[in-house]
């Protein structure tokens, strides 16, 4: 079946510091890939996609690459803000599955 | 246009009551999603529109669920006979195509709490 394996947290870190936030997934079919994330009491907004292997994803200093070797989708950012406290969700689409799949979210917290 | 919209963005109600939410899609998109949230979990699917027509339906979706999407617009999720364990907030999104590629744009949700 196609499901999304998130590294649990809350993760907290310092302004500044390196950010990695871990994604392994299984499908059926070849999905694409997406991070979503999510401000609180907002809906989930799309920060990145890739749709097929190798292809790098990045959007506002976040990156993630498609590792269809290793059927993994790490959230990267070198330097993080304040501001890029919220949860974030991983998430496949497949057309075998006709929907998003998302993982249970990683709330991050950067404190100043 | 600005996005998809959801609302009412709030509704408390009693245990047994029903309620309805509405979904606006972004114009022209073809897919329509709903999903489920509850605190510290990822949205849970529950049904999606291809234009007019439902597609599919989870599982979670009970014989209290029903929605439509008449027209191929607008989208309504109603829940009848609400019980405490339906408090979570429903989220819509709509998609302009079917590939795997297409991303889906989430509206701001729909909290409902159950007392």
């Known amino acids: 079946g196609n499901s999304v394996t998130q590294m649990e947290g809350p993760v907290t870190l310092s302004e500044e510091a390196f950010l990695t936030i871990n994604c392994t997934y299984t499908?059926?079919?070849?999905?694409?890939l997406f991070w979503y994330v999510q401000y609180p009491g907002e809906g989930l907004q799309l920060l990145l996609k890739?749709?097929?292997?190798?292809d790098k994803g990045s959007n506002k200093g976040f990156e993630a690459t498609y590792r269809k070797e290793t059927t993994s989708f790490h959230l990267e950012k070198g330097s993080v803000q304040v501001s890029d406290s919220a949860v974030y969700f991983c998430?496949?689409?497949?057309?075998?599955?006709?929907?998003?799949?998302f993982g249970t979210g990683t709330s991050l917290t950067v404190i100043p | 246009d600005t996005g998809v919209s959801q609302n009412p963005r709030h509704k408390i109600t009693k245990r047994g009551q029903n309620v309805t939410f509405r979904c606006d899609p972004i114009s022209e998109h073809n897919r329509l999603y709903w999903y489920r949230q509850t605190l510290g979990q990822g949205p849970e699917f529950l049904t999606y529109f291809q234009n007019e027509a439902q597609l599919e339906k989870s599982r979670l979706l009970s014989d209290r669920f029903s929605a439509e999407r008449p027209k191929g617009s607008f989208s309504t999720l109603e829940i009848q006979r609400t019980e405490q364990g339906d408090s979570a907030m429903y989220l819509c999104a709509s998609s302009p195509g079917v590939d795997a590629g297409s991303t889906i744009y989430f509206g701001e949700g729909s909290w409902l709490t159950v007392v």
């Open positions: 890739a749709t097929k292997a190798d």
């Open positions: 499908a059926t079919g070849y999905p694409s």
């Open positions: 998430a496949l689409f497949t057309n075998t599955g006709n929907q998003f799949y």
